[in-house]
């Protein structure tokens, strides 16, 4: 896992239409969820983005404008290394070959 900041909850690419249904940034299928107990609440109606929370794991829903850390995705090669990349990570976003979900 690729993070760019230490915070208390972490974006995770998953988010909430307004008909509450929920969908990864990458349109693979929700087949899993780890909500935290009490959520997801929906609250105001203004809760379309979901962060992890470092220290338990579970799950938020919360308002996409408040700032938050992110987890970046990167998809399985056919090669891997056990060496760290040299190059230093590009400033405000994922290092080459992690992609970056909706600019956060």
Request: include cysteine.
């Amino acid at each position: 896992i690729y993070t760019k900041n230490r915070m208390n909850s972490y974006f995770i690419g998953l988010t909430v239409s307004f008909d509450q249904k929920f969908s990864w940034l990458d349109g693979t299928p929700v087949n899993y969820v780890a909500w935290a107990p009490n959520e997801p609440n929906f609250a105001n109606n203004d809760e379309n983005c979901v962060v992890m929370n470092k220290d338990f794991g579970f799950w938020n829903d919360i308002n996409c404008g408040i700032r938050n850390a992110f987890i970046c995705e990167r998809h399985n090669r056919s090669t891997h290394s056990e060496f760290a990349p040299i190059a230093p990570s590009p400033l405000g976003g994922c290092p080459e070959t992690w992609l970056l979900f909706n600019n956060k």
